[in-house]
């Protein structure tokens, strides 16, 4: 793990661990049902004391992590880092491939945060299923893996790229 991923995965620990102190909270917007907050923060100005200030980190300026706690809630958002056209590719297609698939995931959203390529939402009820150590260690994992696997990505296409553009300059060259 490089120097600059090892700070950025510590500092989203401990970030984490502090946001990730929920409780069962019934909304008081929606006739008492428990409704993470903030989801609802942007819905109702009344209850903004709920929702704490959002943390913002950053490995760089293209690699981001906006964390929004609140009282029975708490959002994680990360921007993948993309430096040219392919990275926007691999990534909106890497994002799409999990927001597809959040059902199973369970603590992943949908949809995205506007900005953001990924989005994790971790509840109150969530930490009563799950360990608060393994969430934790979930999105650390995801962080650390999700660069690897869209380099891997790149690589592999760049190599098939290689491979298509050979080929067919072999055939081009027999038909001359």
Not at 95 to 118: H, N, W
């Amino acid at each position: 793990m490089s120097s600059t991923l090892e700070g950025y995965t510590n500092a989203l620990r401990e970030v984490l661990d502090v946001s990730l102190s929920l409780q069962d909270f019934p909304s008081e917007i929606v006739e008492k049902h428990n409704k993470p907050e903030v989801e609802l923060h942007g819905y109702n100005k009344t209850t903004k004391n709920l929702v704490l200030h959002p943390i913002y980190l950053a490995r760089s300026d293209k690699e981001k992590c906006l964390v929004e706690p609140s009282v029975n809630s708490c959002r994680i958002s990360f921007l993948l880092k993309k430096n040219d056209e392919l990275d926007i590719l691999i990534a909106s297609r890497f994002s799409q491939y999990f927001m597809v698939r959040a059902d199973q995931f369970q603590i992943l959203r949908r949809k995205a945060v506007t900005g953001y390529d990924v989005s994790f939402l971790i509840t109150n009820e969530h930490l009563e299923k799950y360990q608060k150590k393994e969430l934790i260690q979930y999105i650390i994992d995801f962080v650390g893996n999700v660069e690897k696997d869209l380099s891997d990505i790149k690589l592999n296409i760049i190599s098939q790229a290689r491979k298509s553009a050979t080929f067919y300059a072999k055939q081009i060259s027999k038909d001359i």
